[in-house]
């Protein structure tokens, strides 16, 4: 069974103090790993897909990577506006598509 | 372009009531997906829709039941409710189902809440 496990699940950060959120998993084959960013009270925002170990992608301050086990979402000189939940999704490679999720990260920057 | 719509926005039933939750994907996506989400946890799968067929059903209870239409929108349908129903219900369209995999956009959510 796919499982996906998210730490810290809280993270509190200074304006411009940059970290790191993990995400591991387990999927017997993982067709795809994605990031999503979540607002209170509203949808998650999708912001990367990675498919294979190695692959790396960025978005303004935000680097996401993967490898055979886990993935790292990097956070660099974060802004109060980054403060979201942060959430991690597999896609198994057997079935349909299918996304299980982890529990999240809330990230909290400070200015 | 429009994304993926959902209505209501918020809804208050009683337990043991019914309710009816809609969904409209992205023009051009095909599949439909619903999660469930309690406040702390991430989305959990409830269904996925392609074409009108049922092609993937979490672990949910009979009482939950879906169908999509030939505009590619989707109704989830819960009975009996439970107090333990209250969620964020959201819905996920996507191009396709499974032959190449798609990324899945989310719409901003229904919320229930069962008194």
């Known amino acids: 069974e796919d499982q996906v496990t998210q730490s810290p699940e809280a993270l509190r950060l200074q304006e411009g103090e940059s970290s790191s959120l993990n995400c591991s998993y387990t999927v017997s084959g993982l067709r795809g790993l994605f990031w999503y960013r979540q607002d209170p009270g509203k949808g998650p925002e999708f912001l990367f897909t990675?498919?294979?170990a190695g692959e790396e992608k960025e978005k303004e301050r935000l680097k996401a990577t993967l490898t055979k086990k886990e993935s790292f979402l990097h956070i660099t000189a974060p802004k109060p506006e980054d403060s979201a939940t942060y959430l991690c999704?597999?896609?198994?490679?057997?079935?349909?598509?299918?996304?299980?999720f982890g529990k999240g990260t809330m990230l909290l920057v400070s200015p | 372009d429009a994304g993926v719509t959902q209505s209501p926005t918020h809804l208050i039933k009683t337990r043991g009531q019914h309710v009816t939750l809609r969904c409209s994907p992205i023009s051009g996506h095909k599949s439909v997906s619903w999660y469930q989400q309690v406040l702390g946890q991430g989305p959990q799968f409830i269904f996925q829709y392609y074409e009108k067929e049922e092609r993937g059903r979490g672990n949910f209870p009979d009482r939950f039941s879906a169908r999509q239409f030939p505009n590619y929108s989707s109704e989830l349908n819960v009975n009996a409710l439970l107090l333990g129903d209250s969620a964020l219900y959201l819905c996920a369209s996507s191009l396709a189902d499974s032959s190449s995999y798609n990324e899945q956009f989310f719409g901003p959510g229904t919320r229930l809440t069962v008194l």
């Open positions: 990675l498919y294979s």
């Open positions: 999704a597999v896609a198994e490679n057997s079935g349909y598509s299918t996304l299980t």
